[in-house]
């Protein structure tokens, strides 16, 4: 599915503290919904909002899901990549 299409073809890269919102481009099928929900696969790394917004918290990486409430096929991963912030 293309619903978070830019991040996740490039993934997202952050240092420890800093936030990114995710944002549903483009949901396929069509009949799939715009609302969606966020679950993240290492909270110790990365942790996101019911919004969507993915906040770092230790080196490492993770991978945030994407799953359409309407229809549970339509989904897509994002992988996050947390590095220490430079100084």
Do not use: C, D, F, H
């Amino acid at each position: 599915t293309r619903m978070v299409k830019e991040a996740k073809e490039a993934g997202v890269k952050l240092a420890v503290g800093e936030k990114y919102k995710l944002k549903v481009k483009k949901v396929k099928p069509a009949k799939a919904s715009k609302k969606v929900t966020y679950k993240t696969t290492k909270k110790s790394v990365a942790t996101v909002t019911k919004k969507g917004v993915i906040k770092a918290k230790a080196v490492g990486t993770a991978k945030i899901k994407v799953t359409s409430k309407v229809n549970k096929k339509a989904k897509a991963t994002v992988k996050v990549t947390v590095t220490t912030p430079s100084v």
